[in-house]
């Protein structure tokens, strides 16, 4: 079935459930992980990268790991964390993986939602993304819905595993109002 099938679109699963991750769900990660770096085609990972690099990624100590369940256990995770440190540290950064099984369903939205809400509640200021691909219509998408504008284009920035070099985008949305309002 195609996402253009009417029974697929109309199909949401939303999650039961968005929460931190917990010490148990890192092999559920992993694997959503590596089934998403594997294709070479949204984040700049080596395709083969080690259980242990990605998860030292993913779980880093400054940032913060959340996990999407449904009734099929673990079906995506997302990181949100300062994009920069000290003085650049009030806008955010995040970064968001769905199990392929469970694309189109309505999770990555249920998750960004999340992060929005929490990047507010941590008083974040802005969200930026660094490192969107040009070909990645499913996140484009979503982040324009979403409020986020494409601030810069990075020219050829990013080695598909199919297309060659591709185009990124860096998108940036506001969650409060910019400017030395408290
Ligand atoms: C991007 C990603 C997180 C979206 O998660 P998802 O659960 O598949 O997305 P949703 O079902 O919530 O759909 C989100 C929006 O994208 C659109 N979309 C989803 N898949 C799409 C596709 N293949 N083509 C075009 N649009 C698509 C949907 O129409 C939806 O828009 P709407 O909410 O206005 O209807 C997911 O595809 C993923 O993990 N991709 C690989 C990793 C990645 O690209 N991360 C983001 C890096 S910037």
Not at 157 to 166: D, I, L, Q, W, Y
Request: aromatic share 10%.
């Amino acid at each position: 079935m195609t996402r253009s099938d009417p029974q697929t679109r109309h199909h949401r699963l939303r999650p039961l459930q968005i929460r931190r991750a917990r010490k148990e769900d890192r092999e559920a990660i992993w694997q959503i992980f590596r089934a998403v770096v594997a294709r070479g085609d949204t984040y700049v990972f080596d395709p083969n990268i080690s259980r242990r690099k990605a998860l030292a990624y993913w779980l880093g100590p400054k940032t913060r790991c959340y996990v999407a369940l449904s009734d099929q256990g673990i079906v995506g995770s997302y990181i949100l964390k300062a994009n920069q440190p000290g003085l650049g540290s009030h806008v955010a950064n995040a970064g968001f993986m769905v199990s392929p099984s469970a694309r189109g369903r309505g999770i990555g939205r249920a998750m960004a939602e999340h992060c929005l809400r929490e990047a507010r509640r941590l008083s974040f200021r802005a969200m930026q993304f660094n490192f969107v691909v040009a070909t990645n219509r499913a996140a484009l998408r979503l982040w324009e819905n979403l409020g986020f504008k494409i601030v810069g284009k990075l020219p050829g920035a990013f080695r598909h595993s199919r297309r060659g070099f591709v185009d990124v985008y860096i998108m940036y949305r506001r969650l409060k109002a910019p400017y030395n309002s408290r």
